[in-house]
């Protein structure tokens, strides 16, 4: 079965700082990689996906995230924080194929920005 | 226009009592899924449902039934509820049960049990 994990539980950085967020995966096959975010007090709403072609994704919010299929890796990135960003964001990844393709949380990062 | 509905929003409820959450989606999708998220914000599946057909069943106690009247709506009752079972529940929904599609989550459910 697949797994996922994000390593910095807490993150905390000031406004205009650049952010990275780690997520690497555990699985023998193709999958299709997300990230979630989760604003205080609501949904998880998608931030941005990879499926295939160009490893470089980008999402909304000015977030981006890179695939590196060599690390088992799918990074978020964004070059420039905002307050606004503060929330919960997860990384989940699903197999393409298999019998267990459901979609698969890493354990969530919560990131504060402070003005 | 909500995508992913969820009723209640809030639910506190004495333990050993039996609850239900619904869960409607307008978004013409044929599978739905129920997530719930612990304390420590880990969000785990329960249950998939793909054309009103079970297809997903996590390692869930079974005083949890998901019933899925149509494909637009999937509820979750639960039985004899337990403190443990505090934790926010999520509904989701996505077109096809196939690998890469994209699932829409609901404003969840939070539930406390006392």
């Known amino acids: 079965a697949q797994s996922v994990s994000q390593h910095n539980h807490h993150v905390i950085l000031s406004e205009a700082a650049s952010l990275e967020l780690g997520c690497n995966y555990s699985?023998?096959?193709?999958?299709?990689l997300f990230w979630y975010v989760q604003y205080p007090g609501q949904h998880l709403q998608l931030l941005l996906k990879?499926?295939?072609?160009?490893?470089l994704v980008k999402g909304i919010k000015g977030f981006e995230a890179e695939f590196i299929k060599s690390k088992f890796s799918f990074n978020l990135r964004k070059p420039s924080v905002q307050w606004s960003d503060t929330a919960e964001y997860f990384c989940?990844?699903?197999?393409?194929?298999?019998?267990?393709?459901?979609?698969?949380f890493g354990s969530g990062t919560q990131l504060t920005v402070l003005p | 226009d909500t995508a992913v509905s969820q009723t209640p929003k809030y639910l506190v409820t004495q333990m050993g009592n039996d609850k239900s959450i619904k869960c409607e989606q307008n978004?013409?999708?044929?599978?739905m899924y129920w997530y719930k998220q612990d304390s420590k914000k880990f969000l785990k599946i329960m249950f998939s449902?793909?054309?009103?057909?079970?297809?997903i069943n996590e390692t869930v106690p079974n005083r949890f039934s998901p019933k899925s009247p149509d494909k637009a709506h999937l509820n979750l009752h639960i039985n004899s509820l337990e403190l443990g079972d505090s934790a926010v529940y999520f509904c989701?929904?996505?077109?096809?049960?196939?690998?890469?599609?994209?699932?829409?989550f609901g404003p969840g459910t939070r539930l406390l049990v006392l």
């Open positions: 989701a929904s996505s077109q096809a049960a196939g690998g890469g599609e994209t699932q829409y």
């Open positions: 699985y023998g096959g193709t999958v299709n």
């Open positions: 990879y499926f295939s072609g160009d490893p």
């Open positions: 989940a990844v699903r197999p393409v194929s298999g019998s267990a393709r459901q979609l698969t």
């Open positions: 978004l013409g999708h044929d599978t």
């Open positions: 449902y793909n054309n009103k057909e079970l297809i």
